[in-house]
């Protein structure tokens, strides 16, 4: 078993995680199914014996999650009464034509707006999807609760209660985006979510998920979010995240797809928000011809540390996958880029390229990159590297000739600098919304 901190070690989560869950709804529901509540029950136990992962463990040597193990989390918190006009609009600057809005991990309906999406497609809550005993969602949670993951994974496992579901049948395209908006909200406590959510798109289907995360208020909560994605033969998933959480908040997410073949996925993650943020995905091409791009963005300032970590597995030949990563770091800052490509034996033809670049804007700012092939056939052509630095010297002085103060000089080029990464979203109408985010964090800056 890999070395972590075991859950009941000093400084290592504290009594009332494991207390929480037994007094729950997760272990206490009368009418969930004996199959899934002993699928959560085990989970626990596992969970129990796993604890968090320390720095000790490979994929998280660079992030240490010592801060969460000692809070006092609330694992059941109360309803919180959020209003429609508390929400803010994100896509293209108004309310979304289809939007489904999360509070603290549950679905919340009177806060939704979701129109008809056309014949067979489901947009609708977990709870409601186990509810309704929907064939393929059962066999498809299934699935992947008998698969092994990390203890953050099994920890979701546990709980199991809400998150979205996403159906698109096959040869069925979406034209409208759907919006994903995730609130989190403070308390006494802080609060402890864990959303589970599913997206199964079927054969030749095309669909576009706008995924948001928001705080609305100051205090720390901890989100920890699994999202399992399934995309069928000539599938094609565009996903855009944005994270812009409280700033006292803990985010990590795992995003698990399987492409099968001639499948496309299009991810693009923008990381704004929390002190501990991480952003985890696991990829598995499949079928032949698949393919991803997983590209991604973020700012981050003061104590915050941001973690990308990335997994993409070439299972069948002819598959390729990019990936570039994109960040600008400021005060104390740290950022994480763990970048892994297996190509397996019989994957010949394989094309896979990855890429992880840092500005630095302060002294005290540091960056973590860990770029890794692991290639066990012979027929590929495959590439990493990682760069980090300064702003160009030689830049900012012939913008500064040329009139520009400095302050405005600085912008243009971080700006110009993560463009490369936000031009490559896939939905055009987000791109602008991206770039004012980044002449917002630039002009708050409190530095040169």
Same mark, same amino acid.
């Given at each position: ?44 136990? #596992? ?24 809070? *006092? ?36 309906? #009177?806060?939704?707006?979701?129109? #008809? ?38 920890? *979701? ?121 991480? *952003? ?169």
């Amino acid at each position: 078993m890999p070395d972590l901190i075991p859950i009941s070690s000093p400084g290592a989560a504290p009594a009332d995680w494991l207390a929480g869950w037994r007094t729950g709804p997760a272990a206490t529901a009368s009418e969930t199914p004996e199959w899934l509540q002993s699928a959560r029950s085990a989970a626990a136990g #596992n969970f129990e014996r796993m604890g968090l992962p320390s720095r000790r463990v490979e994929d998280w040597r660079y992030t240490s999650l010592a801060s969460l193990a000692e809070q *006092n989390l609330d694992w059941s918190p109360p309803s919180v009464d959020v209003t429609r006009e508390s929400l803010p609009a994100l896509v293209f600057g108004r309310e979304a034509d289809c939007r489904l809005v999360l509070v603290n991990g549950e679905v919340r309906p #009177n806060l939704s707006s979701i129109p #008809n999406l056309g014949d067979g497609v489901v947009l609708t809550s977990l709870s409601n999807a186990l509810g309704e005993d929907d064939d393929r969602v059962l066999r498809f949670l299934r699935q992947r609760l008998a698969e092994d993951g990390s203890s953050l994974k099994i920890l *979701n496992d546990s709980w199991l209660l809400d998150g979205y579901v996403l159906i698109v049948p096959d040869d069925t395209t979406i034209d409208m985006p759907i919006e994903i908006l995730s609130v989190g909200t403070g308390g006494v406590r802080p609060p402890a979510y864990q959303p589970r959510n599913l997206v199964i798109a079927g054969r030749r289907s095309h669909v576009t998920i706008v995924e948001y995360h928001i705080g609305l208020c100051i205090g720390s909560y901890f989100a920890n979010i699994v999202t399992d994605i399934d995309v069928g033969p000539e599938a094609i998933v565009r996903h855009c995240k944005v994270q812009d959480e409280s700033k006292e908040a803990i985010h990590l997410a795992l995003y698990s797809a399987r492409l099968d073949s001639s499948a496309q996925l299009d991810s693009f993650s923008f990381t704004l928000g929390s002190r501990i943020s991480r *952003n985890e995905l696991r990829v598995r091409l499949e079928g032949l011809g698949a393919y991803c791009r997983l590209n991604g963005a973020y700012l981050v300032r003061e104590n915050q540390h941001c973690d990308h970590t990335s997994v993409v597995s070439h299972a069948s030949p002819e598959t390729s996958s990019d990936q570039l990563y994109k960040g600008v770091l400021d005060g104390q800052a740290s950022g994480v880029y763990q970048g892994k490509v297996v190509v397996h034996a019989d994957a010949q033809k394989v094309e896979a390229h990855q890429m992880s670049r840092a500005l630095l804007l302060s002294e005290t700012s540091e960056v973590s990159t860990k770029p890794e092939l692991k290639i066990h056939a012979d027929d590929v052509q495959c590439s990493h590297g990682a760069t980090a630095g300064e702003l160009d010297a030689e830049a900012l002085f012939y913008l500064r000739s040329r009139g520009i103060p400095e302050i405005r000089a600085r912008q243009l080029l971080v700006e110009a600098f993560l463009n490369e990464a936000i031009d490559a979203v896939a939905l055009a109408g987000m791109r602008l919304p991206l770039e004012q985010n980044v002449v917002r964090w630039m002009a708050e800056r409190s530095g040169p």
